[in-house]
T-cell receptor
Framework: KAGVTQTPRYLIKTRGQQVTLSCSPI?????VSWYQQTPGQGLQFLFE???????NKGNFPGRFSGRQFSNSRSEMNVSTLELGDSALYLC??????????????FGPGTRLLVL | KQEVTQIPAALSVPEGENLVLNCSFT??????LQWFRQDPGKGLTSLLL?????REQTSGRLNASLDKSSGRSTLYIAASQPGDSATYLC??????????FGGGTRLMVKP
């Protein structure tokens, strides 16, 4: 079974631009979560989607948004990029939000550099 | 607000040593606790998941314990190998499907 895939793997943008990152979950998984990882703040939860609905959102500004499609694929968008948005963005999938006995499977991440 | 702390932040040991990584969390109302491994610049690999009703889980040379009442978990690695060198992260799942991560322990196993 194929794992979680994220595209693109690397991205360089300039301040003020916007960016869209994509995540394809493991087949059959309907819950997708996004995390931001930086050296200073560590791993922080961005948001979670299940059945095309956002269930939870972390403490990030409105410039960070996302969506989920009917095939469970998810995208996240960051508008008006700032230098501090440079990070590794990780996507995780799981069967369902209430599957507490199931682990979340993480993709390889998209490394975003904002210049 | 849940807070997760990992001690030590970094650890360097010679090959063959048994070692213990520590994780503590402030809110004991968790659904599960997971240990992950992260290699430099890569995503996370799940090592062990302990449900809130369990006390420990084992996989090969790894053993993780959970004491929910005291808000602590330990990851025990037996007979460490250079290939174990990585950052180890613990994460707790409480509200919804959100994971709260610790800062990680960066492990170096020297040949």
């Amino acid at each position: 079974k194929a794992g979680v895939t994220q595209t693109p793997r690397y991205l360089i943008k300039t301040r003020g631009q916007q960016v869209t990152l994509s995540c394809s979950p493991i087949s059959g998984h309907r819950s997708v979560s996004w995390y931001q990882q930086t050296p200073g703040q560590g791993l922080q939860f961005l948001f979670e989607y299940f059945s095309e609905t956002q269930r939870n959102k972390g403490n990030f500004p409105g410039r960070f948004s996302g969506r989920q499609f009917s095939n469970s694929r998810s995208e996240m968008n960051v508008s008006t990029l700032e230098l501090g948005d440079s990070a590794l963005y990780l996507c995780a999938s799981s069967l369902a939000p209430t599957a507490n006995q199931e682990t979340q499977y993480f993709g390889p991440g998209t490394r975003l550099l904002v210049l | 607000k849940q807070e997760v702390t990992q001690i030590p932040a970094a650890l360097s040991v010679p090959e063959g040593e048994n070692l213990v990584l520590n994780c503590s969390f402030t809110d004991s109302a968790i659904y599960n606790l997971q240990w992950f491994r992260q290699d430099p610049g890569k995503g996370l690999t799940s090592l062990l998941l302990i449900q809130s009703s369990q006390r420990e889980q084992t996989s090969g040379r790894l053993n993780a314990s959970l004491d929910k009442s005291s808000g602590r978990s330990t990851l025990y690695i037996a007979a460490s190998q250079p290939g174990d060198s990585a950052t180890y992260l613990c994460a707790v799942k409480d509200a919804g499907n959100m994971l709260t991560f610790g800062g990680g322990t960066r492990l170096m196993v020297k040949p």
